[in-house]
């Protein structure tokens, strides 16, 4: 992960689980198939913070357990990588959760962090893409900013089928432009663990 940043092309990351190629498509499968009465309104903030803001972000999502077989094989991938990860970088990561993310033609979500410093647990954000054939021309791409301060894109990164990126949650704010097609994708992200007294964070 170099600066904090990590994209991962289709398919270059090993671990010893099913091909991310193949487990990317189960996935795709799974969305696809799932009721979008299901999918609910994402907001922000978490639990008395949490709200919703059309004027912020727009997606539906859902989020994965371990009830469906594709769902707990990502899950499953996921906890090898935290596993690598704390081996590796020594990043104390405790947990991971992730949603599936829908964004409709015209869906966005506006400039943000996914944590804020001093304030929350999120350490590492991912996003799996599962979007087949995607062309530049169709927008939606993932914008990350290199500064809170301005508006200098680091990165501009298409929501290609199978492509996973990963950043720290504190130091990079990003934003989801509007797609002329649906546009599916998982979000995730690496928790330490801030449990105190008799509450587990996160809830179980």
Known sequence: MSNGLAVC???????????????????????MNLDEQKLQLAGTGREQAHQLNRQIRRDRIRWLTQENPAEKAWLDFMAQLQQHLNRTLLLGLFSYE??????????????????FIGQSNRVLSTVLYLNPDWQADEGGELLIYGDEENDTVRSRLLPQFGTLVTFLSEEFPHEVLAANRHRYSIAGWFRLNSSVSHRVDPPR
């Open 9 to 31: 092309q289709p398919f270059d990351l090993q671990l010893p689980l099913t091909p991310l190629a193949e487990l990317s498509q189960q996935l795709r499968t799974r969305v």
């Open 98 to 115: 992730c949603h599936f993310s829908h964004y409709r033609p015209g869906d966005f979500y506006q400039k943000h962090k996914d944590a």
